[in-house]
């Protein structure tokens, strides 16, 4: 196939193949390294008898590569774990049984999901409006005081820390000002108002960091599209710069702002743990951090592979975004 139907087509396989690549990486790294990983997935409190249940479910007595395909098959069509008393069913994709809490890992990452997701695609639009918003008006008024401005605040921005930003808003807005409840997550099919309002200061507290970056990038994207020679053609016919900032520039310098907002979803999923503590939300990031804490290996293992899995789809779909905004990465 050829064309941009054979540019999707080649980029979905190279993800499906990233994507087992990342699953015999992890496999790897957390079960066949030395040491009783039987005890370690069972747990501190596990008799000798529920280690050696554990160690047969895993099947830690089989060649690694037989190991790994039960492994893969369980995420592909399910796989059946012993309670000791009977036997129970987890449905694809089965990420394991967390023996610790007594609970399937795919059914943790779920309840966990929408928390994450809602935080992260939030803060999202917001970094994206304020941050290639600033940077294309940095880029426009170069060599004047509103650049100037505009650079020392998002410099300001890249070197505060997230937290110190969740804080100062958090007395301001709904200490002092009461502006705002102090967060707390309410599902958006409970209540869509009370969802984003309660998500709002989070929202501006991972985005303001994220933005202070987009400006940057944007800024620097923008003065380079402006200094090439189509550029200047435009201005010689008499094109207004208005035009030529929102139709030509914005559009050559889009592939860089792409790539950096796919990578910071993708890992924004797994990584936005001190937004999630501070404000106390229920997320991806918050789990992980506790179960890498009680040394809950399934439920570590499960997360791992579902923020790998958000990073590689992401940068794939930032791949077609490429060739959307320009058709000549179609023919790379």
Not at 87 to 92: I, R
Not at 112 to 125: H, R, T
Not at 271 to 284: D, H, K, Q, S
Not at 294 to 314: E, H, Q, S
Request: proline residues 4%.
């Amino acid at each position: 196939m050829s064309g941009f139907g054979g540019f999707v087509l080649r980029r979905a396989i190279g993800t499906v193949i990233t994507l087992l690549a990342i699953s015999v990486i992890i496999y790897v790294v957390f079960y066949a390294t030395p040491g009783n990983v039987a005890q370690i997935t069972c747990g501190p409190r596990c008799s000798p008898e529920q280690v050696h249940q554990v160690s047969q479910q895993l099947r830690l007595d089989d060649p690694l590569y037989l190991r790994y395909w039960h492994f893969l098959q369980g995420i592909l069509v399910g796989q059946d774990y012993s309670t000791g008393t009977s036997v129970e069913h987890c449905s694809a994709p089965c990420l394991g049984q967390s023996y610790q809490g007594d609970r399937q890992v795919t059914q943790l990452i779920l309840s966990k999901l929408p928390v994450s997701l809602s935080l992260v695609f939030g803060a999202m639009v917001l970094w994206l409006i304020l941050g290639v918003g600033t940077g294309i008006l940095s880029a426009w008024r170069r060599g004047r005081f509103t650049e100037r401005l505009l650079t020392g605040i998002t410099l300001a921005g890249v070197a505060t820390p997230v937290f110190v930003i969740g804080l100062v808003l958090m007395i301001v807005v709904c200490g002092q000002l009461q502006l705002l409840p102090f967060p707390q997550y309410v599902s958006l099919t409970d209540d869509p108002e009370q969802w984003a309002w309660n998500l709002l200061l989070p929202w501006l507290s991972l985005a303001l960091i994220e933005a202070a970056t987009f400006a940057r990038l944007t800024r620097a994207s923008m003065l380079e599209t402006l200094a090439e020679d189509h550029i200047r053609t435009f201005r010689a016919y008499g094109v207004g710069e208005r035009s030529i900032i929102g139709r030509h520039a914005l559009r050559g310098a889009l592939a860089p702002i792409i790539a950096l907002n796919a990578n910071n979803v993708g890992s924004a999923v797994g990584g936005a743990v001190l937004t999630e503590t501070l404000f106390g939300l229920p997320g991806i990031g918050q789990e992980l951090v506790h179960a890498v804490n009680v040394v809950d290996l399934p439920v570590v293992v499960g997360m791992v592979l579902v923020i790998g899995f958000f990073v590689v789809i992401a940068n794939a779909v930032a791949d077609v975004l490429y060739a959307v905004a320009d058709r000549r990465v179609v023919l790379a």
